[in-house]
Every structure is written in structure tokens, then in C-alpha cells.
């Protein structure tokens, strides 16, 4: 499916106008055909063509002659004449043609296997899990969206900062989890939690970041969701947009030269792909044959930008082919639909040691962060359509009833449970002491220097000065 895609889309770029410059412009056409015929060993050149220093100098006879002998040269059985500049191999064209955005070939498909319904439209793809894996998909897709509903109401209270809910895009996360190895290391953007959570993140490590308290090994010094885990191979989460990208290029170039087997997934929105480090990345893990796969979560807004304004061309797959890299679409909603796709990107990417991008199409149901009121820029009309006609959650859920797998009693015990786990986890992070003051300025470097050493000891006798200032009971002693 990646090779017809690739082919199927592959970006040519014509340019009609190359032969009649060669016919009209004798200087322009003697340094291209010079450049031509010197890549041909210079067989059919006369040697007055290459004789002058500066190649652009040959004399236009020169060049007329130079011309005549290539084209006599050719027989029918050659095919079409090739472009033989070292930059793009192509047929040459008569005809000016521009390679019109979106008309000529149309959208980029999008993969699906399941309807919202949650029926399999072609039984020949459906990865048939056993009922323990369906089971561990749902369960982590509905523990996330309960855990994403008690944290998002704790920063209303103020209980916590800050939070970014995963709202509708929970089968991009399970769906790609499930395809990788354990091992495969991750690079986020901030809307991957399930990831996390598929991989066995524990609900206290989520509460324990988000509460920044002294057992998050962040040291509390990130904004809530900002989640790392050197123990599950997720790289910590930083918020600058899609500088991941290119780190994530150079890991998987480093995979592949300790011949570990491995890949490494990054995953983004279709906003931070505007961003230059999304071009560099694409770039360097093509060009390093580097066993990357790029995961764009396509999910509509950046913010309140929408797609309309983040981009023109056929969303962000329809790049994939000018990095010269394997792409597919998929839709984002069908958990299965989103295995598939990642499972056979993976394996290409390791046993090919090449990228891969995924593009996932879906919705970002709930508002951007609790820093954001979406119903500023979208209908509450539009949300209400995903949340009633077209959730992975529900699509999931409609499968699995129809195998008689779930049932409405099922589904009310495991939000009670689920409830009852995040709400007692929350409280025991939200008891926590918040981490020791050192920590302000260790890991700044490897080790203090004697500056942060000076402006620790400056802090301390300032709060030693102002005790009613500064809640120290609340924080571990150092
Ligand atoms: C370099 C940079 N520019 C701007 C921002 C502010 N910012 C944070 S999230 C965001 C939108 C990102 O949208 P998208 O990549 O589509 O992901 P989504 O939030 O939709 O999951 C912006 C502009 C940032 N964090 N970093």
C-alpha cells in the first residue's frame, strides 16, 4: 500500500520552457547542454564546445552542434530523453504545463477499514484482535478521555496550572501505540498522553507531573502535560513547536547506525508542521535513510487557526512525496484503520531504513488547552456533530458491541472504576510535597557552577529574611 501510494503521487515537475530557451538563448544553452554532455563522458561533444575555460563561453556554433549529435544519437528503443542534471531525473516536455494544485490528481485517499458505524467495510483488513487487546484498546482510550475530564475540571478549579485534554483524537494514540515495539522511542508535541498510557504510564506519574510535587521526575519544573519517560522510551515533552521533529530525524539515523532494529515515531499537529523544523526533519531523515515515521495529528485547528489558513496544498501527506518519502492518510477515528497504517510503516521503516508519514485525520473535539474558549471561532454546532456522529471512542465501542464484547453495564462499571482510580491518585499527588528548592538550579548544567551556586545562596538568605513570604512547609527539605 506505501509502494502504490508512492507512486501513485510521486510529484513531477516539468519545465516546457527548458527547450526553447536551449533553441533561443545560445549562452543559456550552452552551459546546460555543456553540463549534459559532460555527464554523457563528453562522447559526443566536439572538444571546441569544452575547450573555452568558463563553460558558459562555448561558442553557439559549438552548442548547435553539440545539440545535433545528442538528439541524432537517440533511437526510439531510449525512450523519452531524460534530464540528466544531477538535481532531478525527468522526461524532458514540449508542452507548458504547471502542475496544478489539487486538480490533477486529486486528494491523497484516506485509509479506513471501520464506518462510524463501527462495521469493517473489507473483512481483508481487519487486524482481527483477540478480546484481551480490543479490551486493553478501549479500556485505555475511555481511562484517558475520564482522566482528561477530572484534570481539565481540576485546572477550573485551580487545582492544577494549566491542562490539554485529548478529546477525539484518543484513537491516534492507541492505534499507533499498539503497532509499536515497546522499545520504538517516541517524540511528542503535548497531545499524546494515550500514548503514554498504552505504554504503562501509571496515573500517579500523570498526577505527580501535573501537580509538579517533589515525585516527578521533571523536579517540577515543567507546565503541567509536559510528561517524559526514560523507563517507556518517550522523549520529554518541550513546548516549542516541532523542534522534536529534527531531534526525532537524528535519533532514528542513530537507531539505524547501531543496527538496533528499532524505529522512532514523532508525532505532531498539521499547525507545527508549518514550522521550518518540520521541512528540516523530513529532509534529514530522507536524505540519512533514517527509519523515522512521521505521525501528523491532522485534527483541524492549531489553536483557533484553521486548516484554511495553516496551508492550501491537500493537507500535510501531500508533502511526503517532494522529501521523496513514503506516505500514507488514514483515518484518525478508526482505531484499527490507525494500527494498520503504523504497523506497516514501521516494519517498511526498519527493514527499508527509510521515513514514513502518516497523515491522521481527525477532530479536536475539546477547546485547544484550559488557556483557550474555543466557541470564540467555532460553533458549538460543529463540535457537538463529532462528539454525537463520529467518535473513535464510540466507533470502538459500536464494534465491540456488535461482537458482543460490550454492553451498557460494562461501559458504566469501567467509568465508576475509572472514576474512582484518577480521583485517587489525584488526591494523593495534590497531598504531595512540591520538590526540594535546590532543584531551581541543579540540571541546569551537569553540575552547579559557582554562578547558580551564589544566586542559590542569595535566594535562601532572602527567604530567610521574609519566611511569611515563602510556603517552604509546602516543599522538601533539601
Ligand atoms: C514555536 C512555537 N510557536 C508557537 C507556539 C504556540 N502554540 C502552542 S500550541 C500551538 C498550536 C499547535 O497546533 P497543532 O500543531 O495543530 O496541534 P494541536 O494543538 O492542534 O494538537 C501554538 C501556535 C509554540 N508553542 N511554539
Given at each position: 500500500m506505501l509502494q502504490a501510494s508512492r507512486s501513485k503521487h510521486s510529484v513531477f515537475l516539468f519545465h516546457p520552457m527548458f527547450n526553447q530557451l536551449i533553441r533561443t538563448l545560445p549562452a543559456v544553452a550552452s552551459r546546460c547542454v555543456v553540463a549534459r554532455a559532460s555527464a554523457r563522458s563528453m562522447h559526443a561533444v566536439s572538444a571546441a564546445a569544452l575547450a573555452?575555460?568558463?563553460?558558459?563561453?562555448?561558442s553557439a556554433a559549438a552548442v548547435t552542434a553539440t545539440t545535433a549529435t545528442v538528439v541524432k544519437g537517440k533511437t526510439p528503443a531510449e525512450g523519452p530523453e531524460m534530464t540528466l542534471y544531477p538535481g532531478a531525473t525527468a522526461p524532458f516536455t514540449d508542452k507548458l504545463e504547471f502542475l496544478r494544485n489539487g486538480t490533477d490528481r486529486g486528494p491523497i485517499p484516506c485509509y479506513r477499514i471501520m464506518d462510524r458505524t463501527g462495521t469493517?467495510?473489507?473483512?481483508?483488513?481487519?487486524?482481527?484482535?483477540?478480546t484481551a487487546t480490543l479490551e486493553k484498546m478501549y479500556v485505555t482510550m475511555s481511562r484517558l478521555n475520564v482522566m482528561d475530564g477530572i484534570l481539565y475540571e481540576s485546572q477550573r478549579q485551580g487545582r492544577i496550572s494549566f491542562y490539554m485534554t485529548n478529546y477525539g483524537e484518543e484513537a491516534t494514540h492507541i492505534g499507533s501505540a499498539a503497532a509499536l515495539d515497546d522499545r520504538d522511542m517516541v517524540f511528542g508535541q503535548y497531545r499524546e498522553a494515550g500514548v503514554l498510557m498504552w505504554r504503562g504510564f501509571t496515573l500517579d506519574e500523570f498526577m505527580n507531573q501535573c501537580y509538579s510535587n517533589s515525585k516527578d521526575p521533571g523536579k517540577?519544573?515543567?507546565?503541567?502535560?509536559?510528561y517524559g519517560s526514560k523507563r517507556l522510551n518517550f522523549q520529554t515533552i518541550s513546548s516549542?513547536?516541532?523542534?522534536q521533529m529534527p531531534q526525532a530525524a537524528g535519533a532514528a539515523y542513530a537507531f539505524k547506525r547501531a543496527g538496533n532494529g528499532l524505529a522512532v515515531i514523532c508525532y505532531f499537529g498539521e499547525g507545527a508542521a508549518s514550522e521550518g523544523d518540520a521541512h528540516a526533519a523530513f529532509n534529514i531523515a530522507s536524505t540519512t535513510d533514517a527509519p523515522c515515521i512521521f505521525f501528523c495529528r491532522n485534527n483541524g485547528y492549531a489553536i483557533s487557526t484553521p486548516t484554511r489558513d495553516q496551508y492550501r496544498g491537500d493537507g500535510i501527506a501531500s508533502r511526503g512525496a517532494g522529501y521523496g518519502i513514503d506516505t500514507i492518510r488514514v483515518d484518525g477515528n478508526d482505531v484499527f484503520a490507525v494500527y494498520n497504517a503504523t504497523k506497516a510503516a514501521r516494519k517498511f521503516a526498519v527493514e527499508q531504513n527509510r521515513p514514513v508519514l502518516i497523515e491522521a485525520m481527525t477532530y479536536r473535539v475539546g477547546h485547544h488547552s484550559t488557556s483557550d474558549d474555543s466557541s470564540a471561532y467555532r460553533q458549538a454546532t460543529e463540535v457537538n456533530r463529532w462528539v454525537k456522529e463520529d467518535h473513535p471512542i464510540t466507533r470502538l465501542r459500536l464494534y465491540m458491541e456488535k461482537k458482543g464484547l460490550w454492553d451498557e453495564a460494562r461501559e458504566q462499571a469501567l467509568k465508576k472504576e475509572a472514576r474512582a482510580q484518577v480521583l485517587d491518585h489525584f488526591q494523593k499527588a495534590e497531598t504531595e510535597l512540591k520538590p526540594a528548592i535546590k532543584h531551581l538550579f541543579t540540571d541546569v548544567f551537569d553540575t552547579v557552577p559557582l554562578h547558580l551556586q551564589r544566586q542559590q545562596e542569595e535566594m535562601r538568605a532572602h527567604i530567610a529574611k521574609y519566611p511569611a513570604d515563602y510556603p517552604t512547609q509546602l516543599y522538601e527539605k533539601d
Open positions: 573555452g575555460k568558463p563553460q558558459i563561453n562555448a469493517i467495510l473489507d473483512g481483508s483488513q481487519d487486524p482481527n484482535f483477540d517540577g519544573r515543567q507546565m503541567p502535560v509536559h516549542p513547536l516541532a523542534t
